[in-house]
């Protein structure tokens, strides 16, 4: 089957602490994006990556970062010094990045805070 | 910067009525647009993506329009079943191709 996974489904984290987000896909997309979701706001946008080894911080990077290394990955850590990281995130991918491509989700992973 | 506003921000309605969603953007330099539908506790299910040349796509029962220029975009959803009860979530593609900024979505209820 293709499509996007998440892991894990949801996170629990204490202060002061660091975690990692997956994301995988076996879709051949270029671009992969991460969007963290909150009770009442529209989805927002975290960080973005457009191609293998590129990425670049979208509306809220301060406190997360990401890597690329693989084409099929794109992994978030949400750092100590994000000062309300509890949410839930949702990891999209799209062909490319052009007026055409449709951007295809994941399922989620809420991270809570203790 | 971009805003996406969403009207209404809930909807009930009985089951078999035609309905109509809104969305509004501030600036019309846009890729795309996109709508989506999410199941609580769910990611995003893609519906329909109108480019930015186009002025409407359909899926079925949905079908949505878009008019850059005034920056409005409708969808509209025929003969509603218990099943689309969910949130639709409206987002645009700036010009720059840097993620989507999404309005805070239309909570929808269809009673049986």
């Known amino acids: 089957d293709g499509g996007i996974t998440q892991s894990p489904k949801y996170l629990f984290r204490k202060e002061g602490q660091n975690v990692t987000l997956s994301c995988e896909q076996n879709l051949n997309h270029d671009a992969m994006y991460w969007y963290r979701q909150d009770p009442g706001q529209g989805l927002r946008l975290i960080y973005y990556s457009q191609i293998v080894n590129d990425f670049q911080k979208g509306d809220i990077a301060e406190g997360y970062s990401v890597s690329r290394e693989k084409k099929e990955s794109f992994p978030l850590t949400v750092t100590s010094a994000q000062k309300n990281p509890t949410a839930f995130y949702l990891c999209a991918s799209s062909i490319g990045a052009g007026g055409a491509d449709t951007q295809y989700f994941g399922p989620g992973t809420r991270l809570t805070v203790l | 910067k971009q805003e996406v506003t969403q009207i209404p921000a809930a909807l009930s309605v009985p089951e078999g009525e035609n309905l109509v969603l809104n969305c509004s953007f501030t600036d019309s330099a846009i890729y795309n647009l996109q709508w989506f539908r999410q199941d609580p506790g769910k990611g995003l299910t893609s519906l329909l993506l109108i480019q930015s040349s186009q002025r409407e796509q359909t899926s079925g029962r949905l079908n949505a329009s878009l008019d850059k220029s005034s920056g409005r975009s409708t969808l509209y959803i025929a003969a509603s079943q218990p099943g689309d009860s969910a949130t639709y979530l409206c987002?645009?593609?700036?010009?720059?191709?840097?993620?989507?900024?999404f309005g805070k979505g239309t909570h929808l209820i269809i009673q049986p």
């Open positions: 987002a645009v593609m700036g010009g720059g191709a840097d993620g989507l900024t």
